[in-house]
Structures are given as C-alpha cells and as structure tokens.
C-alpha cells in the first residue's frame, strides 16, 4: 500500500473517531452561577442554575447549630477566620438543608459572595484538581459533600 493511501485512511479514521466522540466539555465560568457540581471523570464543574434550599427560618430544633454554621459561613464569606464544618446525624436530619439554607441567606445578605460546589464522596480522590480548577476565581467556595460515611461498610 502506498504512503498517501495510508495517510489517507488515517485521516478517514480520525475524522471518523471526532464524529463519535464527544467534544471537549466546557467548564462553566465560576463566576456565572452560584452552585455547581464536580464532574471528576471530565474534570470540569456542572452549572447548577437553581439550588433547591429552604429558608433558614423553616428549619427548626437546630437552633444553636443553625447559628454557629450561619456565623462561620458569612465569616468566610468576608474573608475572615472561619473553620471547616461537619455536620453529622442520620438521615434526613436537614443537614443539607442547613448547609445550602446558610449558602442562600449569605448570597442574599452578601451579593452572591459565596460559590457552592457539590463533590459526591467517590470523587473525593480528584480534590486536589478540583482545588486547582477553584483557584481560578476570587469568590470564596463552600465544598459541600453530602453523605459522607466514614464506615467501611456503609454503603448510603
């Protein structure tokens, strides 16, 4: 077989191969919504454009609980000395409600100030790209993993 025919039987397989493949995922700007999901397989930040929440004032028994996590978030929010926070309980405690309760009434005191990326647990080995890709924006970002388990046979 001559050279140009190989060529060109290899130009007819790439062309061929970038038809079925899909093309380059584009990472939303960070700066362009208020809460997104990591994707660790593409590396990339899914868009979420409405976050479900309740108001704050809807969630009830929680109260200490409720002002402390409020009080961290918008000193974080400000720049100023804030800790990381584990919420633990059972299920259906509200602790998502609360972390994304607190996300929305700081955005609204403070003007979207605060990012709110879901990792899901599985994807906790691709946290360091996920910093990397985080270190792009000026706003501060709340790294929210829900149903984190810390026992081995714990499959929820």
Request: overall charge neutral.
């Given at each position: 077989?001559?050279?140009e025919?190989?060529v060109e039987?290899l ?12 093309g380059?995922?584009e990472?939303?700007?960070i700066?362009s ?12 930040l899914r868009?979420?454009?409405k976050?479900n929440h309740?108001?704050?004032s ?8 409720k002002d402390i996590?409020l009080d961290n ?19 259906g405690?509200?602790k998502?409600?609360?972390?994304k309760a607190?996300h929305?009434?700081v955005?609204?005191e ?16 691709s ?9 792009k924006t000026?706003r501060?970002?709340v790294l ?6 810390f026992?081995?046979?714990d499959?929820?």
């Open positions: 077989m001559s050279k025919k190989i039987q130009k007819r397989i790439a062309d061929s191969l970038e038809r079925i493949a899909p380059p995922q990472t939303p700007d700066n919504g208020e809460a997104f999901v990591w994707q660790a397989e593409s590396n990339t868009l979420i454009p976050v309740v108001d704050m809807m969630l009830h028994g929680i109260d200490r609980v996590l978030t918008l000193r974080f929010a400000k720049g100023l000395p804030a800790n990381n926070a584990l919420l633990w309980g059972a299920r405690m509200g998502s409600s609360l972390v607190a929305a009434l955005n609204r403070l003007g979207n100030a605060l990012v709110l990326v879901e990792i899901h647990r599985e994807d906790i080995p946290l360091p790209v996920l910093m990397q890709v985080l270190q000026k501060r970002c929210f993993c829900d149903d984190l388990s026992d081995s046979d499959s929820t």
